[in-house]
């Protein structure tokens, strides 16, 4: 009984090893069908190239000239270029600052940026003068509205009478000293360093002025000195022109030829066009016994004036007036 026994344990303790190592067998095998399975769907995977939706131009794109929406298509490329576009709408409406073939990737460093896309329609960014008296006390930030008040001192020459009044109403601040309204995100991270760019005392005010009133800016910050007043944003109250007189221009307007219908009042780029002189800006247009005579030259008439000794009828004559003298000359 005993010798059965042990034989029985003896046949079970060698099945227990034969089962053992063929399961050692299976096991071996699995991970190398599993390597063998799975090879192909990721050298399939290797052989599709990864691409990108990148905004291209549909037709060449003129330097300076505004991107419509229909001359640009979204392509998939291998490639990603840094600066590219995603979506049409981002880049629609934008202006290159060169010229763009058709089929070329569109990127930010393209397109104009800064602070000229910060400037209206109609309006121009001009730059004044400052200081920390002028600018508010170095208050003054981009994006706050002033009001420009000038102070005309008399010296004699080209101010009758010293004077100060406001020259432009709720002007937008673009720029002030080194801080700008242009959009893009401040590249200093230093926390040192942007407390000294506040404290940095300003030399330059950008404004955003109507085109038809920088004269009037520039010819103040040339003969007077400015001064910025900080009003609030929500104050939206001007004065009004009707009650006061358009300054004359320096250039006049053409005359208009009988029949012609009468034209409207100089505005925008023609207003500026025809410029503004000193002593206007000054005396608000009215004649001063102080201004400077002059020169005026006009064409006389062979029928109406004696030809001068000496001098063959047939040439053109022209009286030259300056002051109080007359002088009469042939050419």
Do not use: C, H
């Not at 942007?194 to 002025?209: D, F, G, I, Y």
């Amino acid at each position: 009984m005993i010798n059965l026994t042990k034989i029985v344990a003896a046949i079970l303790v060698l099945l227990a090893i034969v089962l053992g190592g063929y399961a050692w067998m299976l096991g071996r095998q699995a991970p190398a069908k599993t390597a063998a399975a799975t090879a192909p769907s990721e050298q399939t995977k290797s052989q599709q190239p990864l691409t990108y939706a990148v905004v291209v131009a549909t037709k060449p794109l003129p330097a300076g000239q505004v991107i419509p929406a229909d001359a640009l298509r979204i392509e998939r490329l291998t490639v990603n270029p840094a600066g590219a576009f995603q979506e049409v709408a981002t880049a629609a409406g934008r202006v290159p600052v060169l010229d763009l073939s058709e089929g070329s990737p569109l990127m930010e460093n393209q397109l104009v940026s800064g602070l000229a896309l910060r400037v209206g329609e109609g309006e121009r960014a001009i730059a004044i003068k400052a200081d920390e008296i002028m600018g508010v006390g170095n208050k003054i930030q981009p994006g706050d509205f002033v009001d420009v008040f000038i102070t005309l001192k008399s010296d004699g020459k080209d101010v009758d009478r010293s004077q100060a009044r406001l020259l432009l109403s709720r002007k937008r601040v673009l720029a002030f000293g080194s801080a700008s309204l242009d959009g893009l995100p401040s590249k200093t991270v230093d926390k040192q360093q942007q407390q000294a760019q506040r404290t940095e005392a300003a030399r330059t005010a950008v404004l955003a002025v109507p085109v038809d009133d920088v004269n009037r800016l520039t010819i103040g910050d040339a003969t007077g000195r400015l001064m910025l007043a900080l009003r609030n944003p929500n104050d939206m109250a001007e004065p009004d022109p009707k009650l006061f007189a358009d300054l004359p221009t320096a250039l006049q307007p053409a005359s208009i030829r009988p029949g012609e219908p009468r034209r409207a009042p100089l505005e925008g780029l023609d207003r500026a066009q025809a410029g503004l002189t000193t002593v206007d800006l000054v005396t608000g247009g009215k004649a001063t016994t102080g201004r400077p005579a002059l020169t005026e030259a006009r064409a006389i008439s062979n029928s109406t004036r004696a030809p001068l000794p000496g001098i063959a009828r047939g040439g053109l004559q022209v009286e030259v007036i300056r002051g109080d003298r007359s002088e009469t000359m042939s050419y």
